[in-house]
């Protein structure tokens, strides 16, 4: 990758000082709607781990329940796109409120109605079916809740603190999953076994609900202002034509969801992932340690996102994106060995954390100023939910059965591959498409 080149080029962007909104204030809303979004992300996801097998699948082993929990996992993944494309409309006819609105209300209903199912003996496979319809819902909720905010932070950050900015954007990946696994540690180990089973994890998605009330208020009276439609009309930050923008950003697209899939890979493999492998070796590993043990991670991960923002604005965040899945690349090396001990699993796990911090900050949205103007706000959604389905939607599932089949090696090869995927996307852009671009500075 050339020394001189540089992600971020410069784009003409509206000035948010003129209308009285500071990019911290943008940012605020930003930090907002991601911790809603990844409180939900993690608290389906952990509880897909530790409750979904047994509750929904008790007439299979606890192996094949996580495989078929797994599975339902990734509907969530599978519907952002999709809503993504159907509120698409809502925005057009009826405008950004009514989107957000429709889509948040849409998400906490489908949360709470999974708080209610009742388990797989009162009345049989209605309820995976039931489960796997709420799932998507879900997905397709977060698609469509998109409001715009991480495009309008990028666009009107100041030139030499976007690095610090896009880690904003970014950190309530950590912050979200502090909460929900901090939550599911006290509920677990406040609430009997077998009650926790029945009706403790339901707290969980209680929250989540009243969660997306707050952030609905919170970023309806950010983005809805007219200081903040006129930002988003003078950044060009307004959906445009989908024909378009595949038929003349296609490689822009391809670039921006590749670029993060080393990161977006390795928040499921120290998050979701390791919950599944203790349930395996209840013997080898404690659930209540692994717990604790990941509520720590999450601090360092917080930290090291915060350390990521800073150097980024000194190296350039091209360069951050490259070191990140250099690191990640790296670490995949003693995966297999240290996977052998207790000890060496737990330090896998931390440093995991660790460097997913460093890297995921500067990660999300990374190509999205290579869209023309128009094409911005729309190449920005579209690059941000295929790269999630194609890094974390089927992550779990994945490293399960590679992990349960062909051991950790092959977890490892499997993160490997993102870092790959990722170093290349990066290398690709600076060939074929930023030379095209504005001279970076």
Known sequence: MSASSNLSVENPAPQASRHHVRPGEIAVGVIIGRIGEFFDFFVYGIASALVFPGLFFPFTDVQTGLFYSFLIFSLGFIGRPLGALAFRFVHDRYGRATKLT??????????????????????????????????????????????????????????????????????????????????????????????FLQWGWRFAFFTAFAINVVTLFARLRMSVTPEYEALFREGELVPSPLGDLFRTQWQTIALGALAPLASFALINLVTIYPLAWVLL???????????????????????????????????GRDRMLFIGAVLIALFTLPAPILGETTFGAWAFILAGFALLGFSLAQSAGALNNAFDPEHRYSGALVTHEIGWLLGA?????????????????????????????TLVALQLYTWRIQPAEAPAA
């Open 281 to 315: 070796k209840p013997d080898q590993f404690s659930l209540t340690a692994l717990l604790a043990l990941q509520t720590a991670g999450s601090v360092l991960c917080l930290g090291s996102m915060i350390v990521s923002g800073w150097i980024a604005d000194r190296l």
């Open 102 to 195: 429709s889509a948040l209300l849409l998400l906490g209903t489908a949360t709470v109605c999974i708080a209610f199912l009742p388990g797989y003996e009162k009345i049989g496979g209605v309820v995976i079916a039931v489960l796997s319809v709420l799932r998507l819902l879900q997905g397709i909720a977060v698609g469509g809740a998109w409001d715009g905010l991480p495009s309008l932070l990028a666009v009107t950050s100041p030139r030499e603190k976007r690095g610090w900015y896009a880690m904003m954007a970014q950190i309530g990946a950590p912050l979200g999953f502090l909460v929900a696994v901090s939550l599911f540690a006290y509920l677990y180990h406040a609430v009997p076994e077998g009650e």
């Open 393 to 421: 939607g089927f992550a779990p599932f994945v490293a399960l059965f590679l992990g349960t089949h062909y051991g950790e090696g092959a977890v490892a090869m499997y993160l490997l591959s993102g870092a790959i995927a």
